[in-house]
């Protein structure tokens, strides 16, 4: 076996790959871990980044983390290369942190249980990372928010529900309240707290507030959501209740609404509760907010409010489809869409921006705000798995998301905080969009890729199981930056979507139909096997597995396909059982003599913990090209590769003897590529073609958002020679 480095003519450029952009844009230019804050045995414990913010000056981060019970701090003086700066132990649960000065003040759960809660506000001298001062606030805090001037701190006190009990329904003793704390020289006033009750005012389960979320703004009057109450209210400088007011609902339209393995953008819902979460004021007359759901509800959007109640900008299901055209929709919980979770609000530059956070698409939007009646979508950015919260640091032309969940017990992401700097560039991500068609075309989970032969930038891509009731073949025109998928294929038998089918492979036959590779789970009565599709998408031809390969046969099965004249070339990704060690086959299938053969390939040493197989393979010139990776993801990523065999080299044995081997070249470490978009490496490098011009073009698996940040990243590596 030997190995060989090969150039192409360009290389990938992140920078120069997208058109000129008018206006400035956020761009994420690094990843923070969370383990990276925690030592010994701490590391391997699940952590989180949930609440975030930043000190004065914009050089530090602190994030609460409740499933380690701390506050987590990350030097940003240089925001491209963050660096861990360790936790403070909270005795508690921690919450919402907000900083003043020198020193953070955070809010903390210390409920012995739901019926019993209880809680305290801990202040921490940020110099020497130590507790110096806590006062009891006398239930649950969840949200805390400063006064601009630094005169006083509101609390959320939510008293949360026991959604174990009565289905989780409302009214549940006790209640929740707001408090309000003076600050006198940067320290807390414990005994000036007051008790702001917040009975008797929502139409739904007025007895049991449960308060959400607080903002303050510059002429100290507080807003605070009832989530679960649907009830917003705003209370004056004086700290009496000034106006209160439903969250009312939204009758949502073009939107998909049932967990069924596919995407289907025409359906409604009427009169769907906002139940906003997150809140913050824009100017002292408005604010906006986050409309997450809970246990009614969920409008998939947010809402902007004049703070007498009545609406002044409402986003329904706008910015959900958005972000669906990016293939980020979460099909599998899709009971509140992409979940809107958090707000933010900074002017850069003189210019005011909203910052909207998608806790199950894994985005965050950015909007113009010079007009409150119609806020201008400017960007979407991708974040890391489940964004709970955001910082934005104007100074430094800087933003900050906190991610939430930690997948490593999974063998998947760690929770990260991940920040974007604004600046000249355009914007890196989407690299894919099927914006703008009609009806919106959903798609998520690309596991295969083949190119037009007749017109260069033109490809073809397919989704795998993740949408098993509407297997899809899409077009994607690569001229365009993003590139855009234009239209869409639904693969049928007998007239309706196909049914059990993986589809991991893709490759044209010449006529306008295609050749798809299925991967089977024999285990669930799936078949791998070869599928033939006309130009309509309609299955006119299937071919099962010979016996000597059913024999042999695991889970890991097909994960390509190509053809060269009469025979079709298949990769398997795994070894199989009657595999040596470190071999794979490539299986040919000559359509006209109806006969089976393989060679085997060698894979390269699986990382610890992980392993290594194929996902692509493609015929170009005298050569087919084949993808090669490991399983593992973030820092743990090790195999990401484009390899070459040449096609002389394909000479298929009969099943059931000895199988040869070919030499594999290396054409591309994929890493780098990978790394340039600055959040954790990902995992699922599925597809590869080569277009009519002999451009190269790669794209990434975003598992259908599920336990995934959602990112699909879709880009050339210039000409293939």
Same mark, same amino acid.
């Given at each position: 076996?030997?190995?060989?480095?090969?150039?192409?003519?360009?290389?990938?450029?992140?920078?120069?790959?997208?058109?000129?952009?008018?206006?400035?844009?956020?761009?994420?230019?690094?990843?923070?871990?969370?383990?990276?804050?925690?030592?010994?045995?701490?590391?391997?414990?699940?952590?989180?980044?949930?609440?975030?913010?930043?000190?004065?000056?914009?050089?530090?981060?602190?994030?609460?983390?409740?499933?380690?019970?701390?506050?987590?701090?990350?030097?940003?003086?240089?925001?491209?290369?963050?660096?861990?700066?360790?936790?403070?132990?909270?005795?508690?649960?921690?919450?919402?942190?907000?900083?003043?000065?020198?020193?953070?003040?955070?809010?903390?759960?210390?409920?012995?249980?739901?019926?019993?809660?209880?809680?305290?506000?801990?202040?921490?001298?940020?110099?020497?990372? @130590?507790?110096?001062?806590?006062? %009891?606030?006398? =239930?649950?805090? #969840?949200? $805390? !928010?400063?006064? +601009? /001037?630094?005169?006083?701190?509101?609390?959320?006190?939510?008293?949360?529900?026991?959604?174990?009990?009565?289905?989780?329904?409302?009214?549940?003793?006790?209640?929740?309240?707001?408090?309000?704390?003076?600050?006198?020289?940067?320290?807390?006033?414990?005994?000036?707290?007051?008790?702001?009750?917040?009975?008797?005012?929502?139409?739904?389960?007025?007895?049991?507030?449960?308060?959400?979320?607080?903002?303050?703004?510059?002429?100290?009057?507080?807003?605070?959501?009832?989530?679960?109450?649907?009830?917003?209210?705003?209370?004056?400088?004086?700290?009496?209740?000034?106006?209160?007011?439903?969250?009312?609902?939204?009758?949502?339209?073009?939107?998909?609404? @049932?967990?069924?393995?596919?995407? %289907?953008?025409? =359906?409604?819902? #009427?009169? $769907? !509760?906002?139940? +906003? /979460?997150?809140?913050?004021?824009?100017?002292?007359?408005?604010?906006?907010?986050?409309?997450?759901?809970?246990?009614?509800?969920?409008?998939?959007?947010?809402?902007?409010?004049?703070?007498?109640?009545?609406?002044?900008?409402?986003?329904?299901?706008?910015?959900?489809?958005?972000?669906?055209?990016?293939?980020?929709?979460?099909?599998?919980?899709?009971?509140?869409?992409?979940?809107?979770?958090?707000?933010?609000?900074?002017?850069?530059?003189?210019?005011?921006?909203?910052?909207?956070?998608?806790?199950?698409?894994?985005?965050?939007?950015?909007?113009?705000?010079?007009?409150?009646?119609?806020?201008?979508?400017?960007?979407?950015?991708?974040?890391?798995?489940?964004?709970?919260?955001?910082?934005?640091?104007?100074?430094?032309?800087?933003?900050?998301?906190?991610?939430?969940?930690?997948?490593?017990?999974?063998?998947?992401?760690?929770?990260?905080?991940?920040?974007?700097?604004?600046?000249?560039?355009?914007?890196?991500?989407?690299?894919?969009?099927?914006?703008?068609?009609?009806?919106?075309?959903?798609?998520?989970?690309?596991?295969?890729?083949?190119?037009?032969?007749?017109?260069?930038?033109?490809?073809?891509?397919?989704?795998?199981?993740?949408?098993?009731?509407?297997?899809?073949?899409?077009?994607?025109?690569?001229?365009?930056?993003?590139?855009?998928?234009?239209?869409?294929?639904?693969?049928?038998?007998?007239?309706?979507?196909?049914?059990?089918?993986?589809?991991?492979?893709?490759?044209?036959?010449?006529?306008?139909?295609?050749?798809?590779?299925?991967?089977?789970?024999?285990?669930?009565?799936?078949?791998?096997?070869?599928?033939?599709?006309?130009?309509?998408?309609?299955?006119?031809?299937?071919?099962?597995?010979?016996?000597?390969?059913?024999?042999?046969?695991?889970?890991?099965?097909?994960?390509?396909?190509?053809?060269?004249?009469?025979?079709?070339?298949?990769?398997?990704?795994?070894?199989?059982?009657?595999?040596?060690?470190?071999?794979?086959?490539?299986?040919?299938?000559?359509?006209?003599?109806?006969?089976?053969?393989?060679?085997?390939?060698?894979?390269?040493?699986?990382?610890?913990?992980?392993?290594?197989?194929?996902?692509?393979?493609?015929?170009?010139?005298?050569?087919?090209?084949?993808?090669?990776?490991?399983?593992?993801?973030?820092?743990?990523?090790?195999?990401?590769?484009?390899?070459?065999?040449?096609?002389?080299?394909?000479?298929?044995?009969?099943?059931?003897?000895?199988?040869?081997?070919?030499?594999?070249?290396?054409?591309?470490?994929?890493?780098?590529?990978?790394?340039?978009?600055?959040?954790?490496?990902?995992?699922?490098?599925?597809?590869?073609?080569?277009?009519?011009?002999?451009?190269?073009?790669?794209?990434?698996?975003?598992?259908?958002?599920?336990?995934?940040?959602?990112?699909?990243?879709?880009?050339?590596?210039?000409?293939?020679?």
């Amino acid at each position: 076996m030997t190995f060989r480095s090969l150039c192409l003519t360009s290389a990938l450029a992140l920078a120069t790959a997208f058109p000129a952009h008018a206006e400035q844009s956020f761009n994420r230019i690094s990843a923070f871990a969370t383990p990276l804050n925690a030592t010994g045995a701490e590391a391997a414990k699940p952590s989180s980044a949930e609440i975030i913010t930043a000190t004065e000056d914009g050089r530090k981060l602190i994030y609460s983390d409740s499933p380690l019970g701390v506050l987590g701090l990350i030097d940003i003086a240089d925001p491209a290369a963050p660096k861990p700066l360790g936790t403070v132990a909270m005795g508690g649960e921690p919450t919402t942190t907000v900083v003043l000065g020198n020193f953070a003040f955070a809010g903390v759960n210390t409920s012995e249980s739901y019926a019993k809660p209880s809680g305290k506000l801990v202040t921490v001298d940020l110099g020497t990372q @130590k507790i110096v001062a806590d006062c %009891d606030l006398g =239930g649950q805090p #969840d949200s $805390v !928010a400063k006064a +601009p /001037d630094g005169s006083f701190l509101a609390v959320a006190i939510e008293n949360e529900r026991d959604e174990e009990v009565n289905e989780g329904d409302l009214p549940q003793a006790p209640a929740g309240y707001l408090v309000k704390l003076p600050l006198s020289k940067g320290a807390v006033d414990c005994g000036g707290l007051q008790k702001i009750e917040l009975t008797g005012l929502a139409a739904v389960a007025g007895d049991d507030p449960e308060p959400e979320f607080v903002s303050v703004n510059t002429a100290g009057e507080i807003v605070v959501t009832l989530q679960e109450n649907n009830e917003i209210v705003v209370i004056g400088a004086d700290g009496k209740v000034a106006a209160h007011f439903s969250a009312g609902t939204v009758d949502l339209a073009g939107i998909d609404t @049932k967990k069924d393995g596919k995407l %289907d953008f025409t =359906g409604k819902k #009427d009169a $769907v !509760a906002r139940e +906003p /979460d997150a809140v913050k004021w824009i100017d002292t007359d408005h604010f906006v907010t986050a409309n997450e759901g809970d246990w009614k509800g969920g409008a998939r959007g947010f809402t902007i409010w004049n703070k007498d109640g009545t609406v002044v900008f409402e986003a329904g299901a706008s910015l959900e489809r958005e972000m669906a055209a990016l293939g980020h929709y979460p099909d599998k919980r899709n009971k509140k869409g992409v979940e809107i979770e958090s707000v933010e609000v900074a002017e850069f530059d003189g210019r005011k921006l909203l910052f909207v956070a998608a806790e199950r698409a894994s985005l965050v939007a950015v909007y113009d705000l010079a007009d409150l009646t119609a806020p201008k979508l400017l960007q979407i950015l991708p974040s890391g798995i489940s964004p709970e919260g955001l910082v934005a640091i104007p100074a430094r032309g800087l933003l900050a998301t906190a991610n939430e969940v930690d997948l490593r017990e999974d063998g998947l992401a760690p929770a990260h905080v991940m920040l974007y700097a604004l600046s000249d560039a355009a914007p890196a991500y989407p690299t894919l969009t099927s914006a703008g068609t009609e009806p919106l075309i959903g798609w998520a989970a690309l596991s295969a890729l083949t190119a037009d032969p007749a017109k260069p930038g033109h490809l073809f891509a397919a989704s795998d199981s993740f949408l098993s009731a509407a297997p899809t073949i899409y077009t994607i025109d690569a001229t365009q930056k993003p590139a855009r998928i234009t239209a869409a294929l639904t693969v049928t038998r007998g007239g309706d979507p196909a049914q059990l089918m993986d589809i991991e492979g893709l490759t044209g036959d010449g006529e306008g139909g295609f050749w798809l590779a299925t991967e089977g789970r024999t285990d669930k009565m799936i078949p791998h096997g070869i599928v033939h599709v006309d130009e309509t998408g309609a299955i006119d031809r299937q071919i099962g597995l010979p016996p000597e390969l059913a024999a042999a046969e695991t889970r890991f099965g097909f994960e390509g396909i190509a053809v060269a004249g009469n025979v079709l070339w298949l990769a398997v990704q795994r070894p199989w059982k009657d595999d040596p060690k470190g071999m794979v086959k490539l299986i040919a299938y000559d359509l006209d003599a109806e006969k089976w053969g393989a060679v085997q390939y060698p894979l390269d040493a699986a990382p610890e913990g992980g392993w290594v197989g194929l996902s692509e393979i493609t015929l170009h010139g005298d050569f087919a090209y084949l993808i090669e990776r490991d399983n593992q993801l973030a820092d743990r990523a090790a195999v990401k590769r484009l390899y070459r065999v040449a096609l002389a080299d394909l000479k298929p044995a009969e099943l059931g003897g000895p199988l040869p081997v070919v030499t594999k070249e290396l054409v591309r470490d994929l890493l780098p590529d990978l790394a340039a978009w600055n959040g954790y490496i990902l995992d699922k490098v599925e597809g590869f073609a080569i277009d009519a011009a002999g451009e190269g073009f790669v794209v990434t698996d975003n598992d259908g958002v599920d336990d995934s940040s959602g990112e699909t990243l879709f880009w050339s590596i210039g000409k293939v020679e």
